[in-house]
């Protein structure tokens, strides 16, 4: 089974959550759950009250079950832009830099208070010169940290941050063939957002004031009620007798300003983008359900609209949820669906920069302190078992030649008994010969521990490891049970050990399996290694016998 993910979605009207794992290419739906935030919390994208949305976070966990705390949040804002541009092809790290520059006469950027990323489009020569064609992301700071602040004070580790319209294509994409393009229109309580997309890679996003929310609002003053009442005239569809004249202008003169975002970003991307074909209109959100909307966008745009199914692209798991539940949730799952499925989707359809660098380097350093606390408790133990087996051995050894000794000694002094001094010397020659012999083959445990503890990749810990010494022709060898942080950690295991000159002769992967370690997805892998013969301590030299 896949590692799981949990994407978040911050709206105005809730949070919600969705756990997924990919399965042999499929993603399968875990969990699910959303809870109502209070009226005000969130504007626009804008979290205005931390500490509420802080709480109901809570109580989506507490709600939902979900197995991992670390979760990939979106972020949908008038205030992140969105443009296409081409640039000089350069390392990944150097084009962020330059985009900030090169840009600047299509996305007004606003310095260090904006995180900038990247999709490459098309790659293409122009005048000799490589280039490349991109889809540029600038979301303002404050938007980004109000989102982590508020997971993190919830107990939650981000482990990325992505566009929700990027989500909400990554879910609902019918298509991969480039040249198929789709319009996925989301509208939200007071967000639109409007994400077209050929073969599932993004080509424009465009996010827009108003929505489902917006139109209520607009009943709640004309009509002066209250509006949860306002709500329910406009989910009830045409209304009959007084009133449902001026009921019908309302929702008819903001419906036609919604439509006419949408109708102008499509036609904008239908002037622009060449040899890409629209074929369709997928509509979602939890404002999309205003009766009459789907209809008249159909009409406007001359162009089937459809409704999101958030469920056709994946396979449902364990959920808990009755179906009656998951159709009710269908128009509000596909983001935080496409959110858990950021990290393992095609690098070309995600963002990767946009986490704020403090807060990647905190995480890190914490994963590594945990890692390599846990490397020093397995080297500490290997060591103390090394010492404590060279010590008695290195003791027997010294007791011996010491023995010896003393007995060619008392020998020398009994030149009566020459016979019998023949005799202790013949032994005492034995006991050296056999000596070198046992210390022939003597490996320098401790220096072969500090070599593998200098060299250990930072993202690799072992757990156990035995020692076997040379004997006869046959080298020595050290077996490993090791522990990775992630798949490349053997592979970086491997370089490092191989790099150890004088160390070992061949270093192998014998056997590799996922596995869990203090709550963090990793690998365990065992690993067999040849000692070299300038491992061999030369103690066998300093045991000879007394003259």
Known sequence: MGERHVGVDIGSFGVRAAEVSVDAGVPVLHRFAQITLPPGSVEHGEIVDGPAVTEAIKQLWSKGGFKTRNVVVGISSRDVKVRQAEVAALAPNELRGALRYETQDVIPFAGDDSLVDYLTLDRFTRDGVDMLRVLVVAAPRQRVDEAVAVLTAAGLRVAGVDLTPFALVRALASSRDPGRGEVIVSVGSSLTSVVVHAGGVPQMVRTTAGGGGGISDALADQLSVPFEQAEALKRSGPVTGPGGAQVAAVIDREIDALVGDVIGSVDYFVAQAAGVEVSRIVLTGAGSLVPGLRERIATEARRPVVPADALANVSLGRTKLSPEQLVAATSTLAVPIGLALAPTADPATRLTALLPQRYADRLRAI????????????????????????????????????????????????????????????????????????????????????????????????QTLSITFPAGKTPGSATFTLQGADVDAPAHWLTSMRGLTGTFTSVSVTSIAASVHSGHPGVTFSSQAVLAPSLQSGRAASFGVPK
Do not use: C
């Not at 606390?373 to 010590?391: E, F, K, S, Y």
């Not at 019998?420 to 521990?449: I, N, Y």
């Open 367 to 462: 994963r590594e302190s945990r890692i390599a606390a846990a490397a020093v408790g397995a080297l500490v133990v290997v060591l103390l078992g090394a010492w404590v087996q060279r010590t008695f051995t290195v003791r027997a050894a010294h007791a011996g030649v010491t023995h010896t000794a003393n007995l060619q000694r008392a020998l020398q002094r009994r030149e009566v008994a020459y016979a019998a001094l023949a005799a202790g010397e013949a032994r005492l020659k034995a006991r050296a010969t056999s000596m070198k012999t046992l210390l022939a083959t003597d490996v320098d445990t401790t220096a072969l521990l500090d070599r593998i503890s200098a060299g250990m990749p930072t993202d690799v810990w072992i």
